[in-house]
């Protein structure tokens, strides 16, 4: 399922921060949006799901126009929101914030869908009955994407999914983001390492002021590492 | 009475009382649980129960079962209908923000206050209970009606919590309560879930009121009271915990009990104060509550 955003604008009150967006994930890819902080990324998540006040613009997912629809109608049209700081019912268990997820209603069974998701995160069956708040920082992020992928979701925002983690842990959510790719899920990934957006990226987009400003490969940032310093205030050898 | 007989009757009274509290107390604990609003009108809600039974039961006539079981159904379907016209003509309008829903509950409270004084009139008015057996005792006969409270109580508490642990409604409050914003995430429609629950703690308030009436009757001060005993009862359990909100009832409510037999009412009261103002130094969250 592709993810199209037209002429976004959005933001908080009075105060504008997306200032028309443009921006297409093609369907089963991954694009990588990095910027600096105060740029818009988590706005534009935040907008998308409609958690933002103001908001025009469009945003299809799939044949499906979002903008406009009731926040909690959101999930339903298959698309799911995993947030910075992961943002579990920290006093439900494993298991009923999963149930969470399956309640959100998005397409195909709900066993058929607990099941793909235990199964993309199968360290979790053992800590099911477990508060989701006592678990360790990976284990939160493991939650909150099958949480996620239990709504059925064949698109995923990721807000800085690696945020806290330890290296090895930052390479497991990776591996996985790459296995949700082989299984044809969009993923829309902000990043604060850059690192880790160019190792599961198809491409990377860059933001400043609320504008999308570049679109790239990481093969081309890799011969051109120059907008990473430009957007980001990262050097490259 | 020698001692051990008065003890007995003064923990059931206490025992009544409890019971009673910690249903109105609970629907206070959910509605700011899961809102974030203090209902400062909560116990008018309970008050209005009680009026509604009064009602029922002048309307069924001689018949006080009949009035009392068409009170347990209109005293909560009246009052919700009052809660959730509140909701949608001013909690919505000031988008449940905390400072202006303590102001406009204060406003409703003296409203329906007013309303109740202007159409039932100023008097306390007895229901009939609507069973009459007693428990005889070896030392004492005790109001089987008490009895049928205490245990109707008890089953609204389970129910609750039954709701709330086992249903898909209450796992859809439970997460209101804990992220709002990640609950409409997932699907959940969280106007609607404020709606409801302001409703069902309206409703808690309600049942109460009608259990009570036959014991204290109907009067249109007599939310007063119990407003100020859950709110005690709420800030000693933890803001928003149910569980604390009722292990804090039945603290509150047993020691009311005997100390109202063994000494007085006053210093029942006293104690609650002085009890209230303990935890706020030593465990501010409350005895249940988050740390913050």
Not at chain 1, 166 to 173: E, F, G, H, N, Y
């Amino acid at each position: 399922m592709r993810l199209e955003i037209s002429e976004l604008r959005a933001g908080y009150g009075r105060i504008e921060v997306l200032r028309g967006i443009d921006l297409r994930v093609a369907s089963g890819s991954v694009l990588g949006l990095l910027g600096r902080n105060g740029a818009g990324k988590t706005t534009l998540l935040r907008a998308i799901m409609g958690l933002t006040g103001t908001a025009s613009g469009s945003v299809r997912c799939g044949d499906r126009e979002i903008i406009g629809l009731a926040p909690h109608r959101v999930p339903a049209c298959g698309i799911a929101y995993v947030p910075q700081g992961r943002r579990l019912f920290p006093e439900m268990s494993v298991e009923e914030n999963l149930r969470m997820g399956l309640f959100a209603g998005g397409e195909g069974d709900p066993a058929s869908r607990r099941a793909f998701a235990l199964d993309r995160f199968p360290a979790l069956a053992a800590r099911l009955r477990t508060p989701a708040g006592r678990l360790s920082g990976g284990q939160q992020q493991m939650v909150a994407m099958a949480r996620a992928l239990a709504t059925g979701a064949r698109v995923l925002l990721l807000d800085e999914p690696s945020e806290g983690l330890q290296p090895s842990l930052v390479d497991r959510i990776l591996e996985t983001i790459g296995q949700l790719r082989a299984d044809g899920v969009t993923m829309l990934l902000v990043e604060q390492k850059v690192e880790a957006a160019l190792r599961v990226a198809d491409r990377i987009a860059f933001i400043e002021q609320g504008r999308i400003r570049e679109h790239l490969t990481p093969e081309r940032l890799a011969r051109d590492p120059s907008p990473l310093e430009r957007y980001v205030g990262v050097r490259r050898a | 009475m020698s001692f051990g007989p008065h003890l007995l009757l003064a923990l059931l009274e206490g025992a009544v009382t409890a019971c009673v509290l910690a249903v109105t107390a609970l629907g206070l604990s959910l509605v700011f649980g899961v809102m974030r609003i203090v209902n400062v009108a909560h116990g008018e809600f309970y008050m209005l129960g009680a009026v509604v039974a009064w009602f029922c039961a002048s309307l069924t006539g001689g018949s006080a079962l009949g009035g009392f079981l068409l009170a347990l159904v209109c005293a909560p379907l009246v009052v919700a209908g009052l809660a959730i016209a509140t909701d949608w003509l001013v909690l919505r309008r000031v988008n449940y923000h905390p400072e202006s829903t303590i102001v406009a509950t204060i406003g409703l409270l003296y409203l329906l206050q007013q309303a109740v004084l202007s159409g039932y009139g100023p008097d306390a008015r007895p229901v009939e209970a609507p069973i009459y057996f007693r428990v005889a005792f070896p030392w004492f006969g005790y109001s089987g009606y008490k009895l049928v409270v205490i245990g109707a109580s008890v089953m609204l508490l389970l129910g609750t919590w039954a709701v709330l642990a086992r249903t898909r409604a209450g796992l859809c409050m439970r997460a209101t309560q804990q992220d709002p914003e990640m609950a409409l995430a997932h699907g959940v429609p969280v106007r609607l879930v404020y709606t409801a629950v302001f409703a069902a703690g309206a409703m808690l308030a309600a049942v109460a009121g009608v259990l009570i009436v036959p014991i204290q009757q109907a009067h249109y001060l007599m939310g007063l009271d119990p407003l100020l005993l859950s709110f005690i009862v709420v800030i000693i359990g933890g803001l928003g915990s149910l569980r604390g909100t009722v292990v804090a009832a039945f603290v509150i409510g047993m020691s009311d009990g005997v100390i109202s037999m063994f000494f007085s009412p006053t210093l029942a009261k006293i104690l609650a104060t002085l009890l209230v103002a303990l935890v706020l130094v030593v465990r501010p969250s409350g005895l249940f509550g988050e740390r913050p």
